[in-house]
C-alpha cells in the first residue's frame, strides 16, 4: 500500500490502482478567510491528485475544502466522494450532484475499491465529525481526523478496528479541538497501534506543533514513528 500525506490531515491512500484520498486541502481557502500565514504548500495540484474515491471526516474548510475538491472532481469525473451527513451537506452545497455521493454512518463498513472503510466517532467542534478506520492488504489503519481524547475513545477504536491496528495516524496540534502532542501518544499506546505517525501540524503558523516530541515518546514504548514528508510516498 502506498500513503502519501498531502499537509494537515490530508491523505492519499493506493493500492491495486485505486486512490483513496481523505479530506484532501490543496486551496488557500483558508488562508484567504481567516488570514492565516502558510508555511508549505500543496504538494499536488487538483489535476494531479486523480482519486478515485474522497472520503471527508467533517465538515471544516481545511477537510472539506470549498476551492480545491470541485477542482479535483472536474479532473476525475468518476470520483465518488463521502461523509458523514454534516459533509455531504456540504457537498451538495458545493453543487456535487446525487450520483457522486454516499452518505455513511458511524461503526457501519463500506468499500471504496479495495478499500474497506469504517467512520467511528471522533470528539470535535463539528460534531458529526469521525475518524477512519481503513483496511486494505490485510492490514488496519486507524486515522483520526480531528479530535479531542476523550477515555471511550480506545475502546471505540479497538472495537472497530477488529484485531491489531498496524498503523496509527493522529493529530498532535492540540488546539481547536484537537489532542496534543501528549494525548496523541496516550491514545496510540491504549490502541496498541504498532506503527504511529503524526499530522495536522506544519501548515499553518497559527496551528502546528513539533512532531519531535510525540515521536521520541513512542519510540520509548518500542512504537514505530517517524515524520512523513508531505507529497513523499510511504510504502506501507
Not at 471526516?57 to 470541485?70: C, K, Q, R, S
Not at 519531535?212 to 514504548?221: D, P, R, S, T, V
Amino acid at each position: 500500500m502506498k500513503l502519501i500525506w498531502l499537509t494537515q490531515g490530508g491523505f492519499l491512500f493506493e493500492t491495486a490502482g485505486f486512490r483513496l484520498a481523505v479530506d484532501p486541502y490543496i486551496s488557500n481557502f483558508v488562508e484567504k478567510k481567516h488570514k492565516m500565514r502558510r508555511i508549505s504548500k500543496a504538494p499536488f495540484l487538483a489535476k494531479e491528485l486523480k482519486p478515485d474515491h474522497i472520503y471527508c471526516t467533517h465538515d471544516h474548510i481545511d477537510h472539506v475544502d470549498p476551492e480545491g475538491l470541485p477542482e479535483i472532481l472536474s479532473f476525475s469525473n468518476s470520483c465518488v466522494v463521502s461523509g458523514p451527513d454534516s459533509v455531504i451537506r456540504k457537498y451538495i452545497e458545493l453543487g456535487i450532484g446525487n450520483e457522486k455521493l454516499v452518505r455513511t454512518k458511524l461503526n457501519v463498513p463500506f468499500e471504496a475499491g479495495p478499500f474497506k472503510l469504517i467512520p467511528i466517532e471522533s470528539f470535535h467542534s463539528d460534531t458529526e465529525a469521525t475518524g477512519l478506520i481503513i483496511k486494505a492488504e490485510g492490514k488496519t489503519i486507524y486515522l483520526s481526523g480531528d479530535t479531542e481524547f476523550k477515555d471511550e475513545l480506545p475502546e471505540n477504536i479497538i472495537k472497530e478496528a477488529g484485531g491489531k491496528i498496524d498503523l496509527a495516524i493522529v493529530c498532535i496540534n492540540g488546539k481547536w479541538g484537537n489532542m496534543n502532542d501528549r494525548q496523541a501518544f496516550d491514545l496510540v499506546v491504549d490502541i496498541s497501534a504498532a506503527m504511529a505517525i503524526p499530522m495536522h501540524y506544519g501548515l499553518f503558523a497559527e496551528n502546528t506543533a513539533n512532531p519531535a516530541k510525540f515521536i521520541e515518546l513512542c519510540k520509548g514504548k518500542n512504537i514505530n514513528s517517524f515524520e512523513l514528508e508531505a507529497g513523499k510516498i510511504f510504502e506501507f
